[in-house]
Nanobody
Framework: GVLLEESGGGSVNSGGSLRLSCAAE????????MGWFHKDSDKEPVWLAT??????VIIADSVKGRFTVSRDNAKNTDLQMNSLKPEDTAMYYC?????????????????WGQGTQVIVSS
């Protein structure tokens, strides 16, 4: 499997920003579809964004204009979150899946990190 490790979560006030980072083995993102999701307990993961192995980024309409995805270096796929709202509070996960089925369906992502907590206070 693919080992993924998220970092960068924390507590911020409404309107603030956080940058989450997903570390993987070098050049994992050139072979896999990388995705970002958030999840509340007992609920299914909610898709936020994907980056295809060739670099194209797709952002969910729900966070478009506030969240972006980029490759920081050969190892990291980052999620920049701006204008955070209390409803963004959740555990955030990065995931890697087949480059063939690169979409918003969390079931297509076979490899997941442990998650990082984001708390946004009003």
């Amino acid at each position: 499997g693919v080992l993924l490790e998220e970092s960068g979560g924390g507590s911020v006030n409404s309107g603030g920003s956080l940058r989450l980072s997903c570390a993987a083995e070098p050049y994992t993102h050139t072979r896999y579809c990388m995705g970002w999701f958030h999840k509340d307990s007992d609920k299914e993961p909610v898709w936020l964004a994907t980056m295809e192995n060739h670099g194209e980024v797709i952002i969910a309409d729900s966070v478009k204009g506030r969240f972006t995805v980029s490759r920081d270096n050969a190892k990291n796929t980052d999620l920049q979150m701006n204008s955070l709202k209390p409803e963004d509070t959740a555990m955030y996960y990065c995931a890697a899946g087949s480059s063939i089925y690169c979409d918003s369906n969390f079931k297509n992502f076979r490899n997941w990190g442990q998650g990082t907590q984001v708390i946004v206070s009003s």
